[in-house]
């Protein structure tokens, strides 16, 4: 299936010489994209760019040499001076000069017969290395070239620097790329000749080289033509593959669904509050799409709680109306059950019968739920991944939606398409992704916007408070409680590779159970499903007011009535986390507040991530925010964060490329739809190089 061309670059890395497992292994954790589900390949190797270069093109003659600067120096070898016998500790000095003065190399425990033939007396040679003033008088130790002054040719001058992590050395990944780099085939041209030359793109291969082989640093430079080009091929291959999808599933075309809105005015009738504007104005474009007899694609983007559920439910209301079945799928069990919590008794009384099923219905109420299903007595079904896998069959899925969509992927929507016949679409996302990300992350789809938040709410107070204050929060937090407010406390997950201790949830509990004792309760992802709902119930009906949580509660748990948010490591979660996080409170009509618990010191992005939470609570304004942030190329982990899901393309450089890149996808797609022709074959290779061979999977199938 895969061409055997790329054969090569799907080799494990351990194919190389010198990648061990070891080696492999600290290789993995720079790899820029996700290989979670796999070891890394010879091919992600070609996608670890650098950072930044080692200039070496300085050249300034020993006596201005300045110290601590990096060098290149054209010497003449005098004289070795080894150590004395039996004292290793005294290093082994090769002196040389210039015409402006005379310099030391010294060497720690060095090999006398290699430094021999590197630096024969009375040769001409090129060093390069960091210069060090010892004493008033020049030396370098280890010099990182060493080269005879007529083989300086091969001296990388200008060397690229790769973004490491601890036990993997510069070299050992340079030559793990270079290796990459060459098993690379000669690839055909995939680009759109008029896109490459109006761009002037060099090809793929001189591209990749440049950006490995700099000769400048600023070919390094994300504004560089070989930078734009990868950032091109990645958006192209992301851009493509998402109207590979588009495309299939438009030409199952769908059917018009109408109803006389006796079933939504019921929904309607018993809402306890009025729908804010936008929500009317997302139902009414929704429900337009589902009269349509093309199939509705559509996003329904709200910040966190701005409504989107009961958007939801009349969206699912009108296909019921239309004599078919809709499915809502949550990310989490507690998200699936909360969303049946909520909408069951609006639900009954509208006359719509609605059932769970997530992987942990099991037995006798398994059995029923998948019998109501497929014999279409049941009209709305709620519920996890496990909606679309093997063994559940629909009587006439019409309408799928898709909660917190951000969260799934491509193989997941198409899941859920082959569940029905054709069925319409809804993704609902609470990530306030800025418009150019809409397109990265899910191509040319509808967008309907929740603007605005429902009336009554009031603005949450967010303040900013360091660990060392723990106290403090704690007296108040007892105030709090006496006062019959709720609190979440928020804990970051711990990984084991982090070397900063974190406080886990569980460590937290313990600490606040003998100062609030019954009060406190604990949820966190390894709890078994039933015990995750018995803590979360527990918090909703108030016999528990502090919940203890890791951030499984992160994506839409609804408990109205909570009004204090401790987020515990602020500095450790991005701005989107925050945002999101923040939003589980100022949902009811009492005043809120967020403590963002914090180490210090705070670096500086940390820092301005805290300032930003402080100053606004608009979920756009922050995520246009975050990726300001994210720009300035901040290091998250041992790993350096680009635009999520990309490996090379930075939004915030290349966003330009990005329209083009749907544009060509489109466009070619319209003529060639199966990838058949000359440019089309090398598309494909595009799309397994950066991944989404997952849409060529559709093709075949297609
Ligand atoms: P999200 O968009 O984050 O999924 P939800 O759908 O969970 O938000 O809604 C958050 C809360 O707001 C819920 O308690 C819901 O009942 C309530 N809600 C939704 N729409 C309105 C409205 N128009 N007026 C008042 N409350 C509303
Ligand atoms: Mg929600």
């Known amino acids: 299936m895969r061409p055997s061309l790329l054969d090569p670059l799907f080799a494990p890395i351990t194919a190389l010489d010198g990648v061990g497992p070891k080696v492999a292994g600290l290789i993995e954790k720079v790899v820029a994209t996700d290989i979670s589900d796999r070891g890394a390949r010879v091919g992600d190797l070609l996608f670890v760019l650098p950072h930044s270069v080692i200039d070496r093109r300085n050249r300034p003659g020993i006596a201005y040499a300045a110290e601590g600067a990096i060098v290149t120096l054209e010497l003449r070898v005098d004289r070795h001076q080894p150590p004395p016998r039996g004292n290793r500790s005294v290093p082994y000095r090769v002196y040389a000069h210039d015409d402006t003065g005379e310099i030391a190399l010294t060497f720690f425990h060095a090999h006398a017969e290699w430094l021999a033939k590197a630096l024969p007396e009375g040769e001409q040679v090129v060093v ?88 400048d640093p600023i070919d390094l430079s994300p504004d560089s033509v070989a930078w734009r080009r990868l950032a091109y091929d990645e958006f192209l291959a992301g851009q493509l593959s998402l109207a590979l999808v588009r495309n299939r599933v438009r030409r199952l ?10 079933i939504v005015e019921r929904v309607r009738a018993a809402l306890p509050y009025r729908l804010t504007g936008s929500q009317e104005t997302a139902i009414a474009e929704i429900h337009a799409d589902l009269a349509e007899p093309e199939r509705m ?27 078919g079945q809709a499915a809502l799928m949550a990310p989490t069990e507690i998200l699936a059950r909360q969303h049946l919590a909520s ?16 992987g942990r219905e099991k037995g006798r109420e398994r059995t029923d739920t998948l019998k109501g299903l497929a014999d279409g007595s049941i009209d709305i ?24 969509q951000h969260r799934f992927g491509v193989h997941q929507r198409l899941a859920i398409t082959a569940k029905g016949d054709a069925p319409d679409m809804l993704v609902m996302t609470a990530t306030p992704i800025p418009r150019t990300l809409v397109l990265t992350a899910f191509g040319d789809m509808d967008v309907s916007r929740l603007t605005e938040k429902p009336a009554g709410r009031l603005p949450i107070r967010t303040v900013t408070l360091p660990l060392e204050r723990l106290d403090e929060l704690i007296v108040r937090m ?81 408990v109205p009535d909570a009004t204090i948010i ?17 939003g589980r409170v100022g949902r009811g009509s009492k005043p809120s507040t967020c403590v963002l618990l914090y180490k210090s010191p705070l670096g500086q992005t940390a820092k301005r991530r805290l300032s930003v939470m402080r100053e606004t609570e608009n979920g756009f304004v922050i995520s246009e925010e975050d990726l300001k942030l994210r720009g300035e190329g901040e290091l998250l982990g041992t790993r350096q964060s680009g635009t999520p899901g990309f490996q090379v393309a930075r939004i915030e450089h290349h966003a330009d490329l990005l329209e083009t890149a749907r544009d060509d996808a489109r466009q070619f797609l319209a003529e060639d739809p199966e990838l058949q022709s000359e440019r089309g074959a090398a598309l494909r290779l595009l799309l397994y190089l950066f991944g989404r061979d997952e849409a060529v999977r559709l093709l075949r199938a297609g």
């Open 297 to 323: 694609i559509r996003l329904l983007q709200g910040d966190v709680g701005s409504g989107k559920t009961v958007v939801a439910l009349l969206a699912m209301a009108r296909a019921v109306e239309a004599g």
């Open 478 to 558: 007892r105030d709090a409680i006496r006062d019959g407010q709720k609190v979440y406390w928020i804990c970051p997950l711990v990984e084991e590779s982090d070397e900063i201790e974190l406080m886990s949830a569980e460590d937290r509990f313990a600490m606040l159970k003998p100062a609030f004792g019954g009060n406190v309760g604990l949820v966190h992802g390894r709890m078994k499903g039933a015990e995750k709902d018995e803590a979360m119930r527990v918090f909703k009906d108030g016999e528990t007011r502090i919940l203890v949580a890791t951030t499984v509660i992160e994506v839409g748990v609804d």
């Open 128 to 215: 390069s290395g960091r210069m060090e003033w010892f004493n008033g008088r020049p030396s370098m130790v280890h010099p990182d070239h060493i080269a005879r002054a007529g083989d300086a040719e091969g001296l990388p001058l200008v060397e690229p620097v790769y973004p490491l992590t601890a036990g993997l050395s510069v070299k050992v990944l340079r030559r793990a790329v270079g290796q990459g780099l060459s098993r690379l085939p000669q690839l055909p041209e995939w680009l759109d000749a008029d896109i490459a030359r109006r761009q002037s793109f060099p090809t793929f291969h001189d591209a990749l080289d440049r950006i490995h082989h700099p000769a």
């Open 343 to 358: 909408l069951a008794p609006l639900a009954e009384r509208a006359g719509i019968r609605i059932a769970i099923l997530t």
């Open 253 to 262: 075309s769908g059917r018009p669904l109408s109803g006389d809105g006796s």
């Open 566 to 582: 401790v987020i515990e490591h602020a500095e450790r979660f991005g701005l989107a986390q925050l945002h999101q996080l923040r």
């Open 381 to 404: 079904v709620v519920g996890t991944h496990a909606l679309f896998q093997e063994p559940v069959v629909y009587h006439d899925l019409v309408l799928a939606i898709v909660d917190e």
